[in-house]
Each structure stands twice: as structure tokens, then as C-alpha cells.
Nanobody, 125 residues
Framework: QVHLVESGGGLVQAGGSLRLSCAASESTFSRYPMGWFRQAPRKEREFVARISRWSGGSTYYADSVKGRFTISRDNAKNTVYLQMNSLKYEDTALYYC?????????????????WGQGTQVTVSS
């Protein structure tokens, strides 16, 4: 069981930046590939980014955030990050981090096993 807690959300103007953090309670954090997802009101939860188990490992991004967002992790701190630059109004959503017990790359939220409670990101236009 992995307990995940996101932080770093807030209100930002379009064009601004935020860095989200997700801290894991589990000392075996490095076993899990990690993902970020988001869900806007009246929309389905969607994939944002994924990173493999290793710091500096393979990363994957949704086309909508590629070039603007960067996922990274620090296994010594049991934390995964999402650096979000050039934010747009349409990035407004509740952002979740998730841990995947499988190393098979997935962008489907149903494949992830452990979830945080989410942190709200609101971008004003």
C-alpha cells in the first residue's frame, strides 16, 4: 500500500508556472512508475505524464502538455514532481498523482493502483 499526498496547486495567471509535488509514504517508492493525471469539471480524468521507476528514467507526456510540463522524481525523498510552465486556462483541473505496480507503460488511469487526493490548479485567463 502506498499513501500519496499532492501539494503545490493554486491559482496562477495564464503564462505562469507551478510545481506540483507528490510525496509517498512508502520507502519502496522507487519500485513504482509514477503518473500525473488531471480531471476538469464535467470531463473525464486524463493522462498528463508518466515517469519510470528511476530518477532520470523514461518519461511520457500527453500531447497537450508536451514541451510545457516536466515530470521528475527524487527517490531519496520519495517524491515525484510536475513542473508546469506556460500554463493555459485549459490546464485548470484537479491534478492527481498515481503509482503503478506494473512497469508496463500505461496512460490509462484505471491501470494505476494507488492515488493521492488531488491538488487543484486554477489558471486565470
Amino acid at each position: 500500500q502506498v499513501h500519496l499526498v499532492e501539494s503545490g496547486g493554486g491559482l496562477v495567471q495564464a503564462g505562469g508556472s507551478l510545481r506540483l509535488s507528490c510525496a509517498a509514504s512508502e520507502s519502496t517508492f522507487s519500485r513504482y512508475p509514477m503518473g500525473w493525471f488531471r480531471q476538469a469539471p464535467r470531463k473525464e480524468r486524463e493522462f498528463v505524464a508518466r515517469i519510470s521507476r528511476w530518477s532520470g528514467g523514461s518519461t511520457y507526456y500527453a500531447d497537450s502538455v508536451k514541451g510545457r510540463f516536466t515530470i521528475s522524481r527524487d527517490n531519496a525523498k520519495n517524491t515525484v514532481y510536475l513542473q508546469m510552465n506556460s500554463l493555459k486556462y485549459e490546464d485548470t483541473a484537479l491534478y492527481y498523482c498515481a503509482a503503478d505496480e506494473s512497469t508496463e507503460v500505461s496512460t490509462t488511469w484505471g491501470d494505476y493502483d494507488y492515488w493521492g487526493q488531488g491538488t487543484q490548479v486554477t489558471v486565470s485567463s
